[in-house]
C-alpha cells in the first residue's frame, strides 16, 4: 500500500492548523514551529457548534491535523 504525501500542508505544532507549505507563520497562533509529518485531517466550519470543534479545543474554521509529530 503506498502512503500519500502529505507534503502540500504543514502542521502547527502549537494549534495542528494545516497550513500551506509557504506560510512562515500560523495565523491561528502566531506560532513558527511546524512539520510536514501529520496525519488525520478535520475541517471545521462553524466551531460555536461542532461538536469534534469543542474536543479538539479548536475556536476557529480551518483546516486541522489530527496527529502531529
Known sequence: MSKRT???FKCCLRCK?????QANICPNCK???FTF?????VVVF????SVIAKVLN?????RYAI???
Open 6 to 8: 502529505t507534503a502540500r
Open 31 to 33: 506560532s513558527s514551529d
Open 17 to 21: 492548523a494545516l497550513l500551506t507549505s
Open 58 to 62: 479548536i475556536t476557529k474554521p480551518g
Open 37 to 41: 509529518d501529520w496525519n488525520g485531517l
Open 67 to 69: 496527529k502531529c509529530r
Open 46 to 49: 462553524d466551531p460555536e457548534t
